[in-house]
T-cell receptor, first 112, second 114 residues
Framework: GNSVTQMEGPVTLSEEAFLTINCTYT??????LFWYVQYPGEGLQLLLK?????DKGSNKGFEATYRKETTSFHLEKGSVQVSDSAVYFC???????????FGSGTRLSIRP | DTAVSQTPKYLVTQMGNDKSIKCEQN?????MYWYKQDSKKFLKIMFS???????INETVPNRFSPKSPDKAHLNLHINSLELGDSAVYFC?????????????FGPGTRLTVL
């Protein structure tokens, strides 16, 4: 079945550092891919998404490109801020596109 | 205005008790979901309702029973609570079923079973 693997955290960076959180997926067919973010004490929010190969999702300075050849959807940001501290979830649609399958989450902490 | 709200925010109870968690969305969405997030932050779908009709029912013990009195509400009732039920439960909604539609999550209910 479809699954999502993302890098284990926690990831700790200094403010203004470059961020990469790796995500790879296994799937039959062509899933849609997502990044969700969970700020402390809150529910998940959609950060960005891509629905087909080579699409780039972007939002709030974050980007991720749907790479079919490497089955990856890595999250990047050029200069992180303290307010980016959160848990980030990579996700994909399942093979029937009826539900979303989430990765295990990566906790990101940004030091001032 | 809160888009997806859940009550209570925290729930502490003894093993064997029966408890309910309520969820309401004011977004006019047709589809609602319940997710369970364990202590390692792993998030897994439990149920999905579309216009009060059950469309996803993952392998969840039948002690868990969702109830949707109308399309704006999806409550979760849990019978005979067990230690392993301790988790954060999230309600979510989307405009329609089908995963191309963004899901909006509630703030979560932290359930602790003693």
């Amino acid at each position: 079945g479809n699954s999502v693997t993302q890098m284990e955290g926690p990831v700790t960076l200094s403010e203004e550092a470059f961020l990469t959180i790796n995500c790879t997926y296994t799937a039959t067919g062509y899933p849609s891919l997502f990044w969700y973010v969970q700020y402390p004490g809150e529910g998940l929010q959609l950060l960005l998404k891509a629905t087909k190969a080579d699409d780039k999702g972007s939002n709030k300075g974050f980007e991720a490109t749907y790479r079919k050849e490497t089955t990856s959807f890595h999250l990047e940001k050029g200069s992180v801020q303290v307010s980016d501290s959160a848990v980030y979830f990579c996700a994909q649609t399942d093979s029937s596109a009826s539900k979303i399958i989430f990765g295990s989450g990566t906790r990101l902490s940004i030091r001032p | 205005d809160t888009a997806v709200s859940q009550t209570p925010k925290y729930l502490v109870t003894q093993m064997g008790n029966d408890k309910s968690i309520k969820c309401e969305q004011n977004l006019g969405h047709d589809t609602m979901y319940w997710y369970k997030q364990d202590s390692k932050k792993f998030l897994k779908i439990m149920f999905s309702y579309n216009n009060k009709e059950l469309i996803i029912n993952e392998t969840v013990p039948n002690r868990f029973s969702p109830k949707s009195p109308d399309k704006a509400h999806l409550n979760l009732h849990i019978n005979s609570l067990e230690l392993g039920d301790s988790a954060v439960y999230f309600c979510a909604s989307s405009q329609e079923s089908g995963t191309f539609n963004e899901q909006f999550f509630g703030p979560g209910t932290r359930l602790t079973v003693l």
